[in-house]
C-alpha cells in the first residue's frame, strides 16, 4: 500500500480523493461507521473497507495502520454486500417512469460511459438487460451482469437509480433466477407461444379452426372501440384469427403474472413483448391483447409491439416513416388508454424514429439498446490496435454465414471494402457503414468465442485486456453515441 494511500486512510473520512492516486474520486461512501471505496490496484480494482462494520464483506485485513482496514476483490459476496450497505447501487423500478431506455453492457465494460451519458438526462437508465442468448454467448450469468454494474455504480458514484431487466426470458425458471437476483424488471418473451402459421390459413381454414367461446362473443364481436379518434371493429374471422394467434401466448403470460407479480409478490415490473412475430401488430391485435390482460387481471407496465418496417440490429429504421408514425400513433393511444408505456426494441441507432416515438408517446417511452454498445467497443478497437481489429474484421468474414441463420438481416457483404485497401487511420470509419456495423455486431458471440488450434482464446483475452486499458477511450464514445440517442428522443 502506497504512503499516499495509508495517509489518506488516516484522514478518513474528512478527505477528498482527488490528490491521491489509484482512488476513485466518486467511489466514496459511509454506512454508519464505515467508509468503502475503490481504488484501482495495478490493473484490477479493488474495494478498500475502513472502519468498523460491514461484516458481510469478504476482504484481507492490513494491519499496523490506525483503524480496522480490508482490502476486498470485486466477487460476488460484495457485490452483494454493496447494494445492501448502499442502496443505489442495487436495481430500482425505473420502468415506471416517463422515460426509460435500456442499455445491455454484455461485455460487462460499457457502465461508466453509459453513466456519462445518463448524467445530465432525465430519462432512466436500464444498466443490466440481458437475454438468455446474450449470456450464453459471452459466457455471462444474470448474477455477474448484475455484479458488474453494481461496481460501475458504486466506482463512478450514480446515485440517481439505474434497472435491470431479465430481457426476452421466455422460461419460468429463468424468470425465478432474475427475481432471485433483484432484478426490477422482467421481459415475458411469449414468441413460443404465438402461432405465427395462422398468417397463412385462409378465411376459411381459420373458420373451421376453432369456436369462440360465449364470453369472448360478448365482449368483442361486432362491438365497436374508439382509442382517442381511432375506431375499430371485430368483425368474425378477424377475432378468431387473433384468438388462433395469440390466445395461448395470453394465458402463458396469465400464469406468469399470477405465479411472479400479482398482488406485488416481485419488487419488479412486467413487460409483454410480442415483437418476435412475422407480421407487425395491427391495432386489432394489440388492443386485443391488451384487453385480454386486464381482463386476466395481468398488470404490465410495458408492452413491445411489432412495428412495421424493419428494426435491423445496429443500424438505422428502415422503411416507410410515414406510414410508422400513422401506426405509432395508433399503438401509443392504445397503451395510454391501457396505463402503459410502449416499448421499442432494437432501438439501436433508429435515429430517424427516434424523434417520432418521444413526440407521439408524449415523452413515455421505454427503449432498448444492446449491439450498438458492442459495436462502439468494437469501433474503439479498431482506432486503437488496427492490426487486431483486421484480424477480427477477416475472421468475422469468414464466420459470417453462419451467424446469419440466427438473425433477421439484410447484408450485402460486398459492399464492405476490401480492407486490406484501407490506411488504418480509416478503418474506424467502417463503423459509420451499415453492411459492415451488421458484420461485426451478428458476429459477436463467435468473434468473442473463437479458439486457437490449441484450444486457447483467440480473441478474448486481447480485447478485455484493451478495453481495460482503455477505459476512458470507450467511455467517451459511448457518452457521444448513446448521448445521441437520448437526444434525438427528445426532440
Ligand atoms: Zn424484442
Given at each position: 500500500?502506497?504512503?499516499?494511500?495509508?495517509?489518506?486512510?488516516?484522514?478518513?473520512?474528512?478527505?477528498?480523493?482527488?490528490?491521491v492516486?489509484?482512488?476513485?474520486?466518486?467511489?466514496?461512501?459511509?454506512a454508519?461507521?464505515?467508509?468503502?471505496?475503490?481504488?484501482?490496484?495495478?490493473?484490477?480494482?479493488?474495494?478498500?473497507?475502513?472502519?468498523?462494520?460491514?461484516?458481510?464483506?469478504?476482504?484481507?485485513?492490513?494491519?499496523?495502520l490506525?483503524?480496522?482496514?480490508?482490502?476486498?476483490?470485486?466477487?460476488?459476496?460484495?457485490?452483494?454486500?454493496?447494494r445492501?450497505?448502499?442502496?443505489?447501487?442495487?436495481?430500482?423500478?425505473?420502468?415506471?417512469?416517463?422515460?426509460?431506455?435500456?442499455?445491455?453492457?454484455?461485455?460487462?465494460?460499457?457502465?461508466?460511459?453509459?453513466?456519462?451519458?445518463?448524467?445530465?438526462?432525465d430519462?432512466?437508465p436500464?444498466?443490466?438487460?440481458?437475454?438468455?442468448?446474450?449470456?450464453?454467448?459471452?459466457?455471462?450469468?444474470?448474477?455477474?451482469?448484475?455484479?458488474?454494474?453494481?461496481?460501475?455504480?458504486?466506482?463512478?458514484?450514480?446515485?440517481?437509480?439505474?434497472?435491470?431487466?431479465?430481457?426476452?426470458?421466455?422460461?419460468?425458471?429463468?424468470?425465478?433466477?432474475?427475481?432471485?437476483?433483484g432484478?426490477?424488471?422482467?421481459?415475458?418473451?411469449?414468441?413460443?407461444?404465438?402461432?405465427?402459421?395462422?398468417?397463412?390459413?385462409?378465411?376459411?381454414?381459420?373458420?373451421?379452426?376453432?369456436?369462440?367461446?360465449?364470453?369472448?362473443?360478448?365482449?368483442?364481436?361486432?362491438?365497436?372501440?374508439?382509442?382517442?379518434?381511432?375506431?375499430?371493429?371485430?368483425?368474425?374471422?378477424?377475432l378468431k384469427?387473433?384468438?388462433?394467434?395469440?390466445?395461448?401466448?395470453?394465458?402463458?403470460?396469465?400464469?406468469?403474472?399470477?405465479?411472479?407479480?400479482?398482488?406485488?409478490?416481485?419488487?419488479?415490473?412486467?413487460e409483454?413483448?410480442?415483437?418476435?412475430?412475422?407480421?407487425?401488430?395491427?391495432?386489432?391485435?394489440?388492443?386485443?391483447?391488451?384487453?385480454?390482460?386486464?381482463?386476466?387481471?395481468?398488470?404490465?407496465?410495458?408492452?413491445?409491439?411489432?412495428?412495421?418496417g424493419?428494426f435491423q440490429?445496429?443500424?438505422?429504421?428502415?422503411?416507410?416513416?410515414?406510414q410508422?408514425e400513422?401506426?405509432?400513433?395508433?399503438?401509443?393511444?392504445?397503451?395510454?388508454?391501457?396505463?402503459?408505456?410502449?416499448?421499442?426494441?432494437?432501438?439501436?441507432?433508429?435515429?430517424?424514429?427516434?424523434?417520432?416515438?418521444?413526440?407521439?408517446?408524449?415523452?413515455?417511452?421505454?427503449?432498448?439498446?444492446?449491439?450498438?454498445?458492442?459495436?462502439?467497443?468494437?469501433?474503439?478497437?479498431?482506432?486503437?490496435?488496427?492490426?487486431?481489429?483486421?484480424?477480427?474484421?477477416?475472421?468475422?468474414?469468414s464466420?459470417?454465414?453462419?451467424?446469419?441463420?440466427?438473425?433477421?438481416?439484410?447484408?450485402?457483404?460486398?459492399?464492405?471494402?476490401d480492407?486490406?485497401?484501407?490506411?488504418?487511420?480509416?478503418?474506424?470509419?467502417?463503423?459509420?457503414?451499415?453492411?459492415?456495423?451488421?458484420?461485426?455486431?451478428?458476429?459477436?458471440?463467435?468473434?468473442?468465442?473463437?479458439?486457437?488450434?490449441?484450444?486457447?482464446?483467440?480473441?478474448?483475452?486481447?480485447?478485455?485486456?484493451?478495453?481495460?486499458?482503455?477505459?476512458?477511450?470507450?467511455?467517451?464514445?459511448?457518452?457521444?453515441?448513446?448521448?445521441?440517442?437520448?437526444?434525438l428522443?427528445?426532440?
Amino acid at each position: 500500500m502506497t504512503n499516499g494511500l495509508m495517509q489518506f486512510i488516516h484522514n478518513l473520512p474528512a478527505v477528498s480523493a482527488t490528490e491521491v492516486a489509484g482512488v476513485y474520486p466518486y467511489s466514496i461512501n459511509q454506512a454508519g461507521s464505515l467508509t468503502v471505496f475503490m481504488i484501482k490496484d495495478d490493473t484490477e480494482d479493488k474495494l478498500v473497507l475502513v472502519g468498523e462494520g460491514g461484516s458481510d464483506f469478504q476482504g484481507q485485513p492490513i494491519n499496523g495502520l490506525d483503524k480496522p482496514v480490508r482490502i476486498s476483490a470485486l466477487n460476488s459476496l460484495n457485490a452483494q454486500a454493496l447494494r445492501h450497505h448502499f442502496p443505489f447501487t442495487a436495481p430500482t423500478r425505473v420502468l415506471r417512469q416517463d422515460r426509460s431506455f435500456g442499455v445491455g453492457d454484455r461485455l460487462g465494460i460499457a457502465t461508466p460511459g453509459h453513466i456519462r451519458a445518463f448524467r445530465n438526462q432525465d430519462v432512466y437508465p436500464v444498466f443490466a438487460q440481458q437475454s438468455i442468448r446474450e449470456l450464453t454467448l459471452t459466457k455471462r450469468s444474470f448474477e455477474d451482469v448484475l455484479n458488474q454494474v453494481t461496481f460501475a455504480v458504486f466506482r463512478e458514484g450514480y446515485k440517481k437509480g439505474y434497472g435491470a431487466d431479465g430481457d426476452h426470458l421466455k422460461k419460468v425458471e429463468d424468470i425465478e433466477v432474475a427475481l432471485k437476483l433483484g432484478f426490477s424488471m422482467i421481459t415475458l418473451d411469449c414468441s413460443d407461444y404465438i402461432d405465427n402459421q395462422v398468417g397463412n390459413m385462409t378465411d376459411q381454414e381459420v373458420d373451421r379452426e376453432i369456436q369462440l367461446d360465449e364470453d369472448l362473443i360478448k365482449r368483442y364481436l361486432h362491438r365497436t372501440f374508439q382509442i382517442e379518434d381511432v375506431t375499430f371493429t371485430y368483425d368474425e374471422i378477424s377475432l378468431k384469427r387473433i384468438v388462433l394467434i395469440y390466445g395461448k401466448a395470453i394465458d402463458f403470460t396469465k400464469t406468469v403474472f399470477h405465479q411472479f407479480f400479482i398482488d406485488s409478490q416481485a419488487n419488479a415490473d412486467f413487460e409483454l413483448s410480442i415483437d418476435e412475430t412475422m407480421t407487425p401488430t395491427t391495432p386489432l391485435e394489440h388492443y386485443f391483447v391488451a384487453s385480454e390482460l386486464v381482463h386476466q387481471q395481468v398488470e404490465i407496465a410495458t408492452l413491445a409491439p411489432r412495428f412495421c418496417g424493419e428494426f435491423q440490429k445496429g443500424i438505422d429504421y428502415i422503411g416507410d416513416l410515414n406510414q410508422f408514425e400513422q401506426e405509432l400513433k395508433v399503438h401509443a393511444a392504445i397503451a395510454r388508454h391501457f396505463h402503459y408505456k410502449l416499448s421499442i426494441h432494437s432501438g439501436s441507432d433508429k435515429f430517424s424514429v427516434f424523434p417520432l416515438i418521444g413526440r407521439i408517446t408524449r415523452g413515455r417511452y421505454h427503449v432498448k439498446t444492446a449491439g450498438t454498445n458492442w459495436l462502439e467497443a468494437m469501433r474503439a478497437v479498431a482506432l486503437i490496435d488496427p492490426a487486431l481489429y483486421r484480424e477480427i474484421h477477416d475472421y468475422a468474414l469468414s464466420v459470417f454465414q453462419d451467424a446469419r441463420q440466427y438473425y433477421h438481416v439484410t447484408t450485402d457483404l460486398t459492399r464492405i471494402p476490401d480492407i486490406s485497401t484501407l490506411k488504418d487511420s480509416e478503418l474506424p470509419a467502417l463503423f459509420n457503414l451499415n453492411e459492415a456495423r451488421q458484420l461485426i455486431h451478428i458476429t459477436y458471440g463467435l468473434i468473442l468465442n473463437a479458439q486457437n488450434t490449441d484450444g486457447s482464446d483467440r480473441f478474448r483475452t486481447k480485447l478485455y485486456q484493451l478495453w481495460n486499458e482503455f477505459q476512458d477511450t470507450y467511455a467517451k464514445m459511448l457518452e457521444k453515441h448513446i448521448g445521441k440517442h437520448l437526444t434525438l428522443l427528445k426532440a
